[in-house]
């Protein structure tokens, strides 16, 4: 999709979140235009603006394009760059598309996921870029459609596909994998805690038919002092089959490596995670760009040759300000890492 180009400027940005955490917040069903729905403002905004503002002129990647609140702004901020911008959800594109109508041919946009980043890249005609920005996690729009099966607030079908060209539902998970099997990927792609006993209460009801059914499932394994604390009882649950559906994390590995090697010197990347595992993964790829994979211990000189290819501009990650938390809640749990190319 390759759109018409204006001049554009730095402009004030206000309105609700376009990428989201996974929390409690009460979600808004009435949407009749699906992709109108993905109109909305993203996490962080100044915080990414600011990081990116000084890269080189250039190409920026925008991995996770959702409603393009971030690809519009940086576009804005930064008028010497173009973007190339990938979802794997084809109303996310759509809406974008609308989005960035006004800036033409700075911007193009791809309906693959940022696994193929490589491909789109190849696409455009290069094999390097200025800037990468990866905003991970669910939009405001995937949780709102019932349809789309990623609430547990609701019943909706066993789906929690972002690509909804891909066969792989919730279903063949909940009603497929065994026992041991699902109670590994509610640990591994959560953290959570009772996942043996949730494993073991999904497997013994099966067939289970919607998101309601899942939900009261593993509320009913979960230990009732356990329930009143934490949330939404389904809430990691959810979050560990949609991870496993969209082969989330084994995306998110592949596509930081490739985006960090096809960064120019003095190009910057920007990670937003909503949860640890995917943080620790994204942590875990910056530092082995920052060390080149040196495995010399951290006190000693590097004796194995290894080569940096980046510099950590933060060690820690940066958390949304208190007044963004305050005007938007589901932003809470956001953490963004920033990694410059050396």
């Not at 699906?34 to 080189?56: K, R």
């Not at 949609?242 to 592949?254: F, H, M, Y």
Request: a neutral charge.
């Amino acid at each position: 999709m390759r759109l018409t180009t204006v001049r554009s400027r730095r402009r004030t940005h206000r309105c609700d979140t376009d990428r989201i955490a996974e929390t409690d917040e009460q979600m808004d069903t009435d949407r009749p235009d699906q992709t109108e729905s993905f109109q909305h403002q993203p996490v962080m905004l100044d915080e990414v603006i600011e990081a990116l503002s000084d890269v080189p002129a250039g190409l920026i990647l925008d991995a996770t394009l959702g409603g393009a609140g971030h690809a519009a702004a940086l576009l804005e901020a930064l008028p010497d760059c173009t973007l190339v911008g990938l979802d794997r959800d084809i109303d996310a594109i759509a809406a974008a598309g609308r989005r960035l109508s006004v800036f033409g041919d700075r911007a193009v946009l791809h309906h693959w996921d940022f696994g193929d980043l490589s491909l789109a890249l190849d696409r455009v005609g290069t094999r390097q870029i200025s800037a990468f920005l990866f905003d991970l996690g669910v939009s405001s729009p995937q949780l709102d459609r019932l349809d789309r099966g990623f609430s547990y607030r609701d019943a909706g079908p066993l789906d929690m596909r972002m690509d909804q060209t891909r066969s792989r539902t919730a279903s063949e998970v909940v009603n497929g994998y065994s026992e041991s099997v699902l109670a590994d990927l509610l640990y591994r792609n959560s953290d959570e805690r009772y996942a043996r006993r949730i494993a073991e209460a999904i497997v013994a009801a099966r067939p289970v038919t919607d998101t309601a059914e899942l939900a009261d499932l593993v509320r009913s394994a979960i230990p009732a002092p356990a329930r009143r604390t934490g949330g939404h009882p389904a809430k990691r649950t959810f979050q560990a089959i949609r991870i496993e559906v969209n082969s989330e994390l084994e995306q998110l590995a592949v596509g930081l490596d490739a985006a960090i090697r096809h960064l120019r010197p003095g190009g910057r990347g920007v990670v937003i995670s909503y949860h640890s595992g995917e943080d620790r993964l994204v942590k875990v790829r910056f530092d082995s760009a920052v060390t080149g994979g040196c495995k010399c211990p951290p006190q000693l000189p590097c004796g194995c040759g290894a080569r940096p290819e980046a510099v950590a501009l933060r060690r820690r990650a940066l958390r949304p300000g208190v007044a963004e938390v305050e005007r938007n809640p589901r932003a809470a749990s956001a953490r963004l890492r920033i990694l410059e190319r050396a």
